[in-house]
């Protein structure tokens, strides 16, 4: 049976955290609430522990697991060695939504963990309840998202007990996340920061935090064969379980018009349709199903409804979904990347 905790950020509950944090050190495994998405924790030195991660969500195990850890000292114990660039990085955005790969200490961390790289992916959370959880454990914690692999990402307590309730040890609920979308990760090489995976953390505060260094986009370089370098850059993810599709363009009229066009297509192909669109555009639509993703002019709020909205989609019953896209910069570049995965590529340029 699944334990349940209702923890307060502002004022948390230190019973309760501790009871959740013995539960970690008992090596089972604990969802619990970060800025970005709910988390599924387990000591990450613990292999059993971290292999009842892979068997709560179904994930395949060649894909690795970020360690969240609740204090710049915990860094030292599990990784090797890291240059200037990597502490300012520290610096300006821990604690955060930005995960950094590094060289992994031998004989530390679970295999597991690691997915048999010598890197590992570090970061430390910006969320009371996470900090709180993760000191009061004593160890770090390896924690992918806490939802069934491929499904969207949890973003509130509910969603985690709807994909695993009675498959894991607890869930802390500490109320709806911030950010929405899972942290920025990049690896740091010769004076060049790669992005591995789009989030909170755009390219243009990368580059104000770290300007004598290269910004480079590596979220295409796993090559047939190899081993994703970070979470989200080789699987499917996010999927809703009707049929996806995102149209994007420069011309707003356009766009609208062709997602018309789809939804009269699946509505006299009996489908249930949904869509997701701007504020400035949702009472346009007929469609079944229409979630209010915020406004154009301000992306914050779509990717903190994204994955709530997708799991809307669901609960209603919609079988083809098509959402707005919006251009690939800034936040944007994020959001789009996980459109494109909760789409299957499926992306249509007007």
């Excluded at 019973?15 to 599924?40: N, Q, S």
């Excluded at 970061?123 to 914690?141: E, N, Q, T, W, Y």
């Excluded at 790669?194 to 755009?202: A, S």
């Excluded at 994007?248 to 249930?272: F, M, P, W, Y």
Aim: net charge negative; with cysteine; charged share 25%.
């Amino acid at each position: 049976m699944t334990r349940y905790w209702t923890i307060d950020p502002a004022d948390p509950n230190r019973r309760a955290l501790e009871e959740a944090a013995a539960m970690l050190r008992e090596g089972k495994t604990v969802a619990f609430p970060t800025e970005t998405v709910y988390g599924l924790g387990a000591d990450a030195g613990n292999t059993e522990a971290v292999r009842s991660i892979f068997a709560a969500k179904g994930r395949p195990s060649d894909n690795p697991l970020i360690v969240h850890i609740a204090d710049r000292s915990q860094l030292d114990e599990l990784v090797s060695s890291y240059d200037e660039t990597v502490c300012r990085l520290i610096e300006a955005f821990w604690p955060g939504p930005l995960t950094i790969v590094l060289p992994a200490k031998t004989g530390v961390l679970s295999p597991l963990v690691t997915a048999g790289l010598t890197s590992v992916g570090i970061r430390m959370p910006d969320h009371p309840v996470a900090l709180a959880l993760i000191a009061a454990s004593g160890c770090p914690i390896a924690a992918p998202s806490a939802n069934r692999s491929g499904r969207p990402s949890p973003t509130r307590a509910s969603h985690v007990r709807d994909d695993l309730d009675g498959r894991i040890g607890g869930i802390v609920d500490g109320g709806p996340t911030g950010v929405g979308l899972e942290s920025t990760v990049v690896a740091v090489n010769a004076g060049e920061v790669h992005i591995l995976r789009p989030g909170g953390i755009t390219a243009a505060a990368l580059r104000e935090a770290v300007p004598h260094a290269s910004v480079i986009d590596g979220t295409n370089d796993v090559q047939p064969g190899e081993a994703p370098r970070a979470p989200g850059m080789k699987y499917t993810h996010y999927a809703p379980r009707g049929r996806m599709m995102v149209v994007q363009g420069d011309n707003e009229s356009e766009v609208i018009a062709r997602i018309q066009k789809e939804l009269r297509q699946a509505k006299a192909a009996g489908e249930r349709t949904g869509v997701l669109a701007f504020s400035e555009d949702a009472a346009k639509f007929q469609a079944d199903c229409v979630v209010d993703g915020g406004s154009r002019s301000d992306l914050t709020d779509l990717a903190r409804r994204l994955y709530d909205a997708l799991r809307t989609f669901d609960e209603k019953g919609v079988t083809f979904i098509a959402a707005e896209g919006c251009p690939d910069e800034g936040l944007g570049a994020a959001i789009m990347n996980r459109l494109r995965k909760a789409a299957g590529g499926r992306i249509i340029q007007t």
